[in-house]
C-alpha cells in the first residue's frame, strides 16, 4: 500500500512538473496533460524497478516509446474524438494523424534521461523520509 501511494504522489509531481514545462514551452497547458504526464512520469519511474536498474540509454528509449505511444492514443481521444483541440502537430514534418511527430518523440528521448533521474531522487527521498520517521 505504500508503495502504490508513493507511486501516486510521483504521479501527481510528474503531472505538475510536465505542465510547467509545456506552459514554458508554448506558453499554455490543459488539465489533461496534467494527467498524462503523471503517468508517463509514473511508467517510466517503474521501469526502472521492473527491469533491475537497466542502462540509462534503454529507459530513455522506453520513455520515449511510452510517451509517444501515449500522446498518439490521448491525442486520439482528446483532440480526435472529443474534439477539444489540446494539441495539433499537423503542421510539423514526420506527423502521425496529428497527434505525434518524430521531433517531439527525440526530445522525449532526452526528457527521459531527466524523468529517470528525477523519479530517482524522489525515491531517494522518501526512503530517507521514510527512515528518518523510523527513528
Known amino acids: 500500500m505504500k508503495k502504490l501511494l508513493l507511486h501516486i504522489v510521483l504521479a501527481v509531481i510528474g503531472g505538475v512538473v510536465y505542465m510547467g514545462i509545456e506552459t514554458l514551452w508554448r506558453g499554455y497547458t490543459h488539465w489533461s496533460m496534467g494527467v498524462l504526464g503523471g503517468v508517463c512520469f509514473a511508467l517510466i519511474g517503474l521501469l526502472d524497478e521492473w527491469q533491475d536498474h537497466p542502462p540509462m540509454w534503454l529507459q530513455m528509449l522506453e520513455g520515449a516509446a511510452i510517451v ?7 491525442g486520439l481521444v482528446v483532440n480526435r474524438w472529443l474534439g477539444w483541440n489540446v494539441w495539433d502537430y499537423s503542421d510539423m514534418p ?42
Open 94 to 135: 514526420l506527423n502521425l494523424w496529428g497527434q505525434v511527430c518524430l521531433q517531439f518523440a527525440v526530445a522525449w528521448f532526452f526528457l527521459s534521461a531527466a524523468a529517470v533521474w528525477l523519479e530517482n531522487a524522489l525515491h531517494r527521498l522518501a526512503a530517507w523520509l521514510t527512515h528518518r520517521r523510523g527513528r
Open 68 to 74: 509517444t505511444v501515449l500522446e498518439l492514443l490521448v
